[in-house]
């Protein structure tokens, strides 16, 4: 969902709008988890990434191509009586325009992947001056997109000293054939499989502390790809001898990052960041 972006998971004064509420019905258990971190005593910040919510592309800027998809789909669904929302539309019209952006990321020299995580890195950056932010280890959480964005930013940036990855991580031969259409090309870093695997990438930092949580009856990922992405990260760690600083959990259902997941994450987070000393490499 790119019309929307950090209202998915954070409240302000704005109502929540409807399409908000069900996503968050859907996946968070109906919660704006961002503000119960807060509540619990982390300064949080939740920011529009390019490509999402008030960094979105204007439809208008959008080609003909992609203009006249969202018109075919709004004819189909007038067909069944149904209205279509801007925001449904606009959903159509990104998933099409999504391969665009990754082709001009190209031809720039760049990625999808690689713009998100500069970005996710200014915002560290952005915490880091405010005076109100104790200067110690950094987390940081994400579900899906958000888990991808968060295994990044863990293999990227020494500032975060604990990552909680969410419903986002399997091996490459366990997408081939499967699930390779429904993700972002955020998922698929441009020449990252000739050196390594997602698994890799997330525990390139070990034995900085790492949380994944998995669905295992995720839409999105094969339990036999969750399973082995496990082990792979596990081995990573075991290796530099610091086995206790990776947590994998399982959890029954589809793709979600429901109440108990939210709660087993925050407290293990609250537990990595009060005590800094357990994030240096021993």
Same mark, same amino acid.
């Given at each position: ?9 954070? +409240?302000?004064?704005? !109502? ?46 959008? !080609? ?7 018109? /075919? ?15 449904? %539309? ?5 998933? /099409? ?22 970005? +996710? ?15 110690? !280890? ?18 990227? %940036? ?22 390779? +259409? ?7 870093? !441009? ?83 009060? /005590? ?7």
């Amino acid at each position: 969902m790119k019309f929307f972006g950090k209202e998915k998971i954070a +409240d302000a004064r704005e !109502p929540v709008p409807a399409a908000v509420e069900t996503l968050r019905a859907e996946l968070y258990a109906g919660r704006a988890f961002a503000n119960d971190l807060a509540q619990l005593g982390f300064v949080v910040l939740v920011h529009d990434v390019f490509l999402w919510g008030s960094r979105r592309f204007p439809f208008e800027g959008m !080609p003909e191509s992609v203009h006249q998809l969202v018109a /075919n789909w709004r004819k189909a669904q007038r067909k069944t009586a149904r209205h279509s929302s801007e925001a449904e %539309c606009y959903e159509v019209a990104a998933k /099409n325009h999504e391969h665009l952006v990754a082709k001009y990321c190209a031809l720039l020299g760049t990625s999808l992947a690689g713009m998100v995580n500069f970005e +996710d890195r200014c915002a560290v950056r952005y915490l880091q001056s405010r005076p109100d932010v104790r200067p110690s !280890p950094m987390g940081c959480v994400g579900l899906s997109g958000g888990g991808c964005r968060a295994a990044l930013l863990q293999a990227t %940036c020494d500032t975060i000293g604990a990552a909680v990855i969410v419903g986002m991580m399997t091996t490459h031969p366990q997408l081939l054939d499967h699930q390779v +259409d429904c993700h972002t090309w955020m998922f698929f870093p !441009p020449g990252l499989a000739r050196f390594a695997d997602w698994p890799d990438l997330a525990a390139s930092r070990a034995p900085s502390p790492l949380l994944v949580q998995y669905d295992r009856d995720d839409q999105l990922f094969s339990i036999q790809g969750m399973e082995a992405a496990h082990r792979r990260i596990a081995s990573h760690y075991q290796q530099v001898g610091h086995s206790d600083a990776y947590q994998g959990q399982f959890y029954d259902g589809p793709h979600k990052f429901d109440a108990v997941m939210q709660a087993e994450a925050f407290a293990w987070l609250r537990a990595q960041i009060q /005590n800094p000393a357990r994030n240096a490499p021993g």
